[in-house]
């Protein structure tokens, strides 16, 4: 017989001072056309493209219309992992481009069903040592063409502001 295989312990939190953010934001995948911003970097022959590797850097805007304000841009990979099933594995940093976040990046890797959730496992820039999750969500498909996603982000983040803050008030032994 088997034994339980885990055990799960509270601890309190080692990092105190952080913040805590929430935004909704729309990514757009555009499959084909002019506009294309994804490219297969490697073909798959297997009947259900398992292995497949796709390079994307899609625009993430502030709202769902493909021309409203683009606020950041996931740039990574995506494989197809299934060979069963279409189960694609996505990892990503999403850059912001916008003022109050320009040049901070969130690491995001998961699975993306047309509804699922990816996971923050890092962060740079102002949103240092994020962690988190990504709720997303098709919200308009045209199949072969593109799609919009849904993106409703909840992080957590040690700012550089903050951590300058919290090394200065530290005391040390001598």
């Known amino acids: 017989m088997a034994g339980q295989f885990f055990e799960v312990v509270t601890v309190k939190p080692v990092?105190?001072?952080q913040c805590e953010i929430t935004m909704q934001l729309f990514l757009h995948q555009v499959v084909?056309?002019?506009n294309q911003n994804q490219e297969t970097m490697v073909p798959s022959s297997h009947p259900g493209a398992f292995?497949?590797?796709v390079i994307n850097d899609w625009p993430i805007h502030d709202a769902p219309d493909p021309n409203a304000t683009i606020v950041a841009h996931a740039r990574g990979m995506h494989v197809q992992v299934d060979q069963a099933n279409t189960t694609w594995y996505t990892s990503m940093n999403i850059e912001f481009v916008d003022d109050r976040f320009n040049g901070s990046k969130l690491?995001?890797?998961g699975t993306t069903p047309e509804k699922g959730q990816w996971a923050i496992v890092g962060g740079t820039g102002e949103l240092a040592m994020a962690y988190g999750t990504i709720?997303?969500?098709?919200v308009r498909?045209?199949?072969g063409i593109d799609a919009i996603r849904q993106l409703d982000i909840h992080a957590f983040y040690t700012s550089p502001q903050m951590a300058e803050a919290v090394q200065g008030t530290s005391t040390t032994a001598n």
């Open 135 to 138: 709720d997303h969500n098709i």
């Open 15 to 17: 990092l105190r001072d």
């Open 107 to 109: 690491q995001v890797m």
């Open 51 to 53: 292995g497949m590797i």
């Open 141 to 143: 498909n045209n199949p």
């Open 32 to 34: 084909s056309g002019p």
